[in-house]
């Protein structure tokens, strides 16, 4: 969503784009909850581990500004 909007789409793709992510996430919950505790459980230890393994890669997809020391500044 986030990108969309910094990408200026259109007001009805982002709308249409946004009703089937949402219908998306319910029918993949469903999907997860009906397969029973142990799918469940599996789910969310691939989560977590993913979550972690993101956390140290995301620095690597980010570029900062160069930080402006005061001796390269020019009056």
């Keep these: 969503m986030v990108m969309m909007?910094?990408?200026n789409v259109p007001e009805d793709k982002?709308?249409?784009n946004a009703i089937i992510a949402v219908i998306a996430m319910l029918y993949?919950?469903?999907a997860i909850?009906?397969?029973g505790?142990?799918?469940v459980l599996g789910g969310m230890?691939?989560?977590?581990?993913?979550f972690i393994i993101w956390g140290f890669l995301a620095p690597r997809f980010t570029t900062a500004a160069p930080a402006v020391s005061e001796r390269t500044q020019t009056a």
Aim: hydrophobic share 40%.
């Design 5 to 7: 909007r910094a990408a």
């Design 14 to 16: 982002y709308r249409r």
């Design 28 to 30: 993949s919950t469903y």
């Design 33 to 35: 909850y009906a397969s």
């Design 37 to 39: 505790k142990d799918a």
């Design 45 to 50: 230890l691939v989560t977590a581990i993913g």
